[in-house]
């Protein structure tokens, strides 16, 4: 389905809850928002699956306590699952969510506040996947120029591993060699595109496309650890899932 100005059209959604009052529930909070609409809903993992199978979904709430088959069991065996919203009432699964690249994590009772961003965010993120016009700004990345004793250096921004901060400069990582460039990593940050590079510190700002691993508080690039800050580590999470979803 390609989405145009001219075919906008409300999300077509499937509920899965073992529950009844929960299912009811969200199917409520989806007929109070206008570009949502119920497709079905299922009881159970297995009943969903062959749904899909043989229905076109947009989006899925899936609870992730269910019988037989949880929530999270279910979207390892699909092998293209649709936008997917999570709830649950433990918020212990949050962290685990973010490996299956799910849209949101909604915690039980659920506001309509909440599940109106959650929805938001999975709307935004359909259209960008389903509209042609649509920009896949990663694919060809422009060229920066970076400024350099008295001149300028011309850098690929593909090539940039990370950046890290050194008082009124700042060390510039490639793939292949590292320099000094005369600039501030606040100017760095806003000439480098913000779809490939995310500042995980107040002294790195790394590119996405170069990350090998994360950790606990680090991120793992070229075989050196790089320190997340604290309060950056969900955001980051979150614009992995993000690019992953678009197919970036």
Do not use: W
């Not at 935004?124 to 422009?142: A, G, I, M, R, V």
């Not at 590292?178 to 100017?187: C, R």
Request: hydrophobic letters at 40%; proline letters at 4%; one cysteine or more.
């Amino acid at each position: 389905m390609i989405v145009t100005k001219d075919s906008i059209r409300p999300l077509h959604c499937l509920v899965v809850d073992d529950e009844p009052i929960a299912r009811d529930g969200i199917v409520d909070l989806i007929e109070g928002t206008d570009f949502l609409s119920v497709t079905a809903t299922c009881s159970s993992a297995m009943e969903a699956i062959a749904f899909i199978k043989n229905n076109p979904i947009d989006l899925l709430f899936l609870d992730v306590n269910m019988p037989y088959l949880s929530g999270m069991d279910m979207l390892e065996t699909l092998d293209t699952p649709p936008l997917t919203i999570l709830t649950t009432a433990y918020s212990e699964y949050a962290v685990e969510s973010y490996r299956l690249q799910v849209v949101d994590y909604l915690l039980k009772p659920i506001s309509f506040k909440r599940f109106y961003q959650a929805a938001l965010k999975a709307k935004d993120l359909f259209n960008l996947k389903n509209t042609p016009s649509t920009e896949n700004k990663l694919s060809n990345q422009p060229y920066v120029f970076v400024k350099q004793n008295d001149g300028f250096v011309k850098v690929d921004m593909k090539e940039i591993c990370y950046i890290e901060a050194m008082e009124n400069y700042v060390k510039v990582i490639t793939s292949n060699k590292s320099f000094i460039a005369h600039q501030t990593m606040q100017s760095m940050e806003e000439l480098l595109s913000s779809d490939l590079f995310f500042r995980i510190h107040r002294s790195y700002l790394v590119n996405l496309n170069h990350i090998h691993s994360i950790t606990a508080g680090h991120v793992v690039i070229n075989n050196c650890q790089l320190p997340i800050a604290r309060n950056r580590k969900k955001e980051l999470m979150e614009s992995i899932v993000y690019r992953n979803l678009l197919g970036k």
